[in-house]
């Protein structure tokens, strides 16, 4: 009798990293992996602008592409990603992946307001990726982004109606019901 493969959820954090709002929503969607940039360590940055500026001087999202694509790596079981903002960015890059391990290894991603994918538009994902696109971004037309990327195969796009953060308590974007719908859908993924 062949074993049952196990699945595994993988949360991919936003800029912020860890924090006591995104423990309370891995353990709301049954996640036990959290993957962020700063090894685990809480940086209880005050607001986005130091969260971003300190990524961006001290991380990058090739680094975090990095960091993500060898946590894959050591997967035996299949494996389901949840990601935010530039964690969601980092996932749109490593599904275009040329390793036969994480095309393997990972199932499907879902993923929330990756702003960074608009300068990623060319690659094509090797593995099923959800975008979930907010209303509307500041330096860029989300429908347009949503149309270019809607018909590449394994690719589904979603815009709704909430901003870019609406799932992160930390964000002055936050909204509670766009969080709860979202928790009750990603607790229905396997």
Same mark, same amino acid.
């Given at each position: 009798m062949?074993?049952?493969? *196990?699945n595994? &959820?993988i949360?991919v954090t936003? =800029? +912020?990293?860890?924090?006591?709002?995104? =423990?309370?929503?891995?353990?709301a969607?049954?996640v036990?992996?959290i993957?962020?940039?700063?090894?685990?360590?809480?940086m209880?940055?005050?607001?986005?602008?130091?969260?971003?500026h300190? /990524?961006t001087?001290?991380?990058?999202l090739?680094?975090?592409?990095?960091?993500?694509?060898?946590?894959?790596?050591? &997967?035996?079981d299949e494996?389901?990603?949840?990601? /935010?903002?530039?964690?969601?960015?980092?996932?749109?890059q490593?599904?275009a992946?040329?390793?036969e391990?994480?095309?393997?290894?990972?199932?499907?991603?879902?993923? /929330?307001?990756?702003?960074?994918i &608009?300068h990623? *538009? &060319?690659?094509?994902?090797?593995?099923?990726?959800?975008?979930? /696109?907010?209303k509307?971004?500041?330096?860029?037309?989300?429908?347009?982004?949503q149309h270019?990327?809607?018909?590449k195969?394994?690719?589904?796009?979603i815009?709704?109606?909430f901003?870019?953060?609406?799932?992160n308590?930390?964000?002055?974007? +936050?909204?509670?019901?766009?969080?709860?719908?979202? =928790?009750?859908?990603?607790r229905? =993924?396997?």
């Open positions: 062949k074993n049952k493969q *196990t595994e &959820r949360i936003d =800029i +912020f990293g860890i924090t006591s709002a995104l =423990i309370a929503l891995s353990s969607i049954n036990e992996t993957v962020d940039p700063y090894d685990g360590k809480c209880g940055f005050e607001n986005e602008v130091q969260a971003y300190y /990524f001087e001290n991380v990058g090739d680094a975090y592409v990095d960091k993500l694509s060898q946590i894959i790596e050591e &997967r035996s494996v389901t990603l949840i990601g /935010f903002s530039v964690g969601a960015s980092a996932i749109w490593l599904s992946s040329t390793s391990k994480i095309t393997k290894v990972v199932k499907h991603a879902t993923c /929330f307001y990756g702003s960074q &608009r990623l *538009t &060319r690659l094509s994902p090797k593995f099923d990726v959800k975008l979930i /696109f907010p509307s971004e500041s330096h860029f037309d989300v429908s347009n982004l270019i990327l809607e018909n195969p394994k690719v589904t796009t815009q709704v109606d901003l870019h953060g609406f799932m308590f930390h964000s002055c974007n +936050f909204n509670q019901v766009g969080y709860k719908e979202h =928790i009750t859908l990603l229905k =993924i396997n």
